[in-house]
């Protein structure tokens, strides 16, 4: 049976960076509050005239270039966002008139900050089951600085705009390399504990984000921690096999103590928040790109993505680097 291969990676991320001191500014906080809570300094906020599907654009062109193919070689896009363009039609079907590869299936994905695990999943799914599909381009793309409430100092520092992409292409054959498995789950029964509303803000309704912090940093721990020993144990590896860790970049303390608790080393860890703030389905491509554009990802590493988001949802991959 062929692979599923990550034939290429790459990211975006807007001009515009917002530090901590520009949010002193807007409501009350502090850099010290927000570096000592969360380690996040800065993050990338769109221009009013930025979307989503502008971030994915840039970040698909870096994708399809990084895997030496062209754009006509795509033959699906399957994009992960919560902050999509427009609720019809899908970003996706917007990236693929921009990127101008026509007819292809195009779809968005909604599984918040574990949304790229999810779109593997699919990605690996299909190459496996239709034989005529070679290249699926796997997009995390969000602009939530649209959802965001900037008046509500608990969550306005948090998050920041961006977008990864990678080219999950078909190898022939049993190889090394590839998604060697993914692991998606979710709990509805905790919907309540982050959600967006999403009606629009003139019809009088709610529509900015909202969010039971303490309750999400208990369940991320649990649920990221579960999602790095189910996939470690299913698959017979322990934690000394990973040469690399993703997880997704919310927040320092809960990537430090899943960390404690499964005992990853800290320098298997890559962590980037600190200038990107957390931008769910696009935190873990934008991570991963960096993390191998520092040479921190070699050729042949056992790399493990572990993803924790609203729904609430969690994911999980083992990935040997191609
Ligand atoms: N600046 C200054 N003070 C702030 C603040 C801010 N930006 N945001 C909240 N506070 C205050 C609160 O009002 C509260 O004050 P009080 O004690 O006078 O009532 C105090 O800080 C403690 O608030 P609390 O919410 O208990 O802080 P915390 O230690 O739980 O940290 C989070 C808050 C949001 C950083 C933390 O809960 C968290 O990271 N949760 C997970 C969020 C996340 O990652 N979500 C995405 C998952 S994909």
Known sequence: MDRAIIRGIGSYVPDRVLTNADLESMVETTHEWIVTRTGIESR????????TSDLCLEAAKHAVANAGIAVCDLDMIVTATITPDFQFPSTACLI????GC???PCFDLGAACSGFIYALDVARNSIASN??????????????????????????VL????????????????????????LIGADGRCAK?????????????????????????????????????DILLRNHLSIE?????????????????????????????????????????ASIPIALDEAVREGKIQSGNLV???????????GSALVRWT
């Open 241 to 281: 096999d990973i040469a690399c860790v993703v997880p997704h970049q919310a927040n320092t303390r809960i990537i430090t103590a899943i960390a404690e608790r499964v005992k990853i080393p800290e320098e298997k860890l890559f962590v980037n928040l600190a200038h990107t703030g957390n931008t769910s389905a």
């Open 304 to 314: 493990l993505l572990v993803a924790f988001g609203a729904g609430m949802t969690w």
């Open 102 to 104: 026509n007819d292809i």
């Open 193 to 229: 504990l982050l959600y967006c509303p999403g009606s629009d803000v003139s019809s009088g309704t709610e529509r900015h984000l909202k969010m039971e912090g303490r309750e999400v940093f208990k369940e991320a721990v649990r649920r990221m921690c579960a999602a790095v020993e």
């Open 44 to 51: 990338h906020i769109c221009l009013d005239t930025e979307n």
């Open 159 to 182: 998050f920041g705009d961006g977008a990864g992409a990678a080219v999950i292409s078909r190898a022939p054959g049993v190889g090394e390399t590839g998604i060697l498995d993914v």
């Open 131 to 156: 034989a005529s599909i070679k290249n699926v381009l796997v997009i995390g793309g969000e602009k939530l600085s649209s959802v965001v409430d900037w008046e509500d100092r608990s969550t306005c």
């Open 96 to 99: 693929q008139e921009k990127l």
